[in-house]
């Protein structure tokens, strides 16, 4: 069974700049996860989708972060624009429902 | 550049050893828990999980133990490997809430 995917798994930008990232989560799990990693910390939830509507995005920076997730399956995550504190590895998951979830390699952002 | 997080506490043990990972969660309305294994430069990988009506689950060579009195969690390791040195981190999930909190994770190093 293939696990989630995410690209790109490194990204540089400059302050200011945008850039976006991608996950393909487990075929048939209906609830997708972005996380934001800083380092030594645990993943903190971005936001959650179910399908293809919003579950949770309270901790969002909604001002400068967007989430999609249009067709129920891929997402795509937003950052623009970008600031130094944003660097951190974005992680996404999925899991069927609300159970366990299962997290991609993640994409490491160094924000310059 | 990279924000600085919290300093991860750190367990070293020998190889071969029992390893016991701790973690304490704050809210007692919690019904699912979660260890997750982190190797450097992958995403959180599932290793175990046990939910409220349990105290005790053992897996492959590891036991996670729940004592909700005192809302500790453990994560028991048998015969260490050098395979199992990560970051490992708890997760816990209440019904009420539905999404998971991450604790700041504890860094095992397995010495040959």
């Known amino acids: 069974e293939a696990g989630v995917a995410q690209s790109p798994r490194y990204k540089i930008i400059e302050k200011r700049q945008s850039v976006a990232f991608w996950c393909n989560p487990i075929?048939?799990?209906?609830?997708l996860y972005w996380y934001q990693q800083i380092l030594g910390q645990g993943p903190k939830l971005l936001i959650q989708f179910q399908n293809n509507g919003v579950v949770d995005d309270s901790q969002l920076p909604k001002d400068r972060f967007s989430a999609e997730r249009l067709k129920g399956v891929d997402s795509t995550l937003k950052i623009q624009p970008a600031k130094l504190e944003d660097s951190a590895v974005y992680l996404c998951?999925?899991?069927?429902?609300?159970?366990?979830?299962?997290f991609g390699p993640g994409t490491r952002l160094t924000v310059l | 550049g990279e924000s600085v997080g919290l300093h991860l506490p750190t367990l070293s043990v020998q190889e071969g050893d029992n390893s016991i990972i701790n973690c304490a969660y704050s809210?007692?309305?919690?019904?699912?828990f979660i260890w997750y294994k982190q190797e450097s430069g992958k995403g959180p990988q599932f290793i175990i999980d046990?939910?409220?009506?349990?105290d005790k689950r053992q897996g492959q060579r590891v036991t996670v133990l729940l004592n909700k009195t005192v809302k500790h969690l453990s994560l028991q390791i048998a015969a260490t490997q050098p395979g199992d040195s990560a970051v490992y981190f708890c997760a816990e999930k209440s019904l009420n809430f539905n999404k998971f909190y991450f604790g700041s994770g504890t860094k095992l190093n397995v010495k040959p």
């Open positions: 046990i939910r409220s009506n349990m």
């Open positions: 075929s048939g799990h209906a609830t």
């Open positions: 998951a999925s899991s069927f429902y609300t159970d366990t979830q299962y």
């Open positions: 809210n007692s309305a919690s019904d699912y």
